[in-house]
């Protein structure tokens, strides 16, 4: 078990360029989820995949986010033309789900993003 | 009213204090609970995960839920200083964890030597 990763730690960039995280899961698991975190606040759920299909989309999740998990695997999260509101900690997690239910999540150390 | 309510401290304590954190709800539904400790800069870390109500216990950590009274409770004994971090409560109305998964704000907590 060596966690989920994500990729890069820390991004910065200018408002209006579009940004593009990377996470892998734990390798048995086929569920993974994006959460974004701001200061001071708990997680708030984004998008959640189970295998390549992505299930289910918050509202919190504009036109301008898009999340892909192309094989099954590792998933990435892009955002376009972003804006200073986008500033937070987009946490990635996964679990191993059953028709019975499934384990509590493991989350990732995130990616702070910054735009200027 | 939020679906989930947690001071967010901070709260200070010295070393080898009994340390309890709290989160209240709204949503009868929610059945499964969970605390995750939160270094700076790092994700979220499991740390209890119990159905219904009761206790569970785990080394020094002892959590409670009280569904009638809607609050769960965390307990820390013998408080270290590497406790020193954000304790986040969450909450489910089913095992079936991400998307219905509600947490608390999180409190903030500082252990001293």
């Known amino acids: 078990d060596t966690g989920v990763s994500q990729d890069p730690r820390h991004k910065i960039t200018k408002r209006g360029q579009n940004v593009t995280f990377r996470c892998d899961p734990i390798s048995e698991h086929n569920r993974l989820y994006w959460y974004r975190q701001t200061l001071g606040q708990g997680p708030e759920f984004l998008t959640y995949f189970q295998n390549e299909a992505q299930l289910e989309k918050s509202r919190l999740l504009s036109d301008r986010f898009s999340a892909e998990r192309p094989k099954g695997s590792f998933s990435t999260l892009e955002i376009q033309r972003t804006e200073q509101g986008d500033s937070a900690m987009y946490l990635c997690?996964?679990?191993?789900?059953?028709?019975?239910?499934?384990?509590?999540?493991?989350f990732g150390n995130g990616t702070r993003l910054t735009v200027t | 009213q939020k679906e989930v309510e947690q001071d967010p401290g901070p709260l200070s304590v010295p070393e080898g204090a009994i340390v309890s954190l709290n989160c209240t709800y709204s949503n009868s539904a929610f059945q499964y609970f969970m605390w995750y400790r939160q270094y700076s800069r790092k994700g979220p870390e499991l740390l209890m995960y119990t159905y219904s109500s009761g206790n569970k216990e785990d080394g020094r950590f002892t959590a409670q839920v009280d569904k009638s009274s809607k609050y769960i409770s965390l307990f820390i004994r013998d408080s270290q200083p590497s406790d020193s971090a954000t304790y986040l409560c969450?909450?489910?109305?089913?095992?079936?964890?991400?998307?219905?998964?509600?947490f608390g704000k999180g409190t903030t907590l500082s252990v001293s030597s």
């Open positions: 997690a996964s679990t191993r789900a059953t028709g019975t239910g499934s384990s509590p999540l493991h």
């Open positions: 969450a909450m489910s109305p089913h095992n079936q964890a991400g998307t219905a998964l509600i």
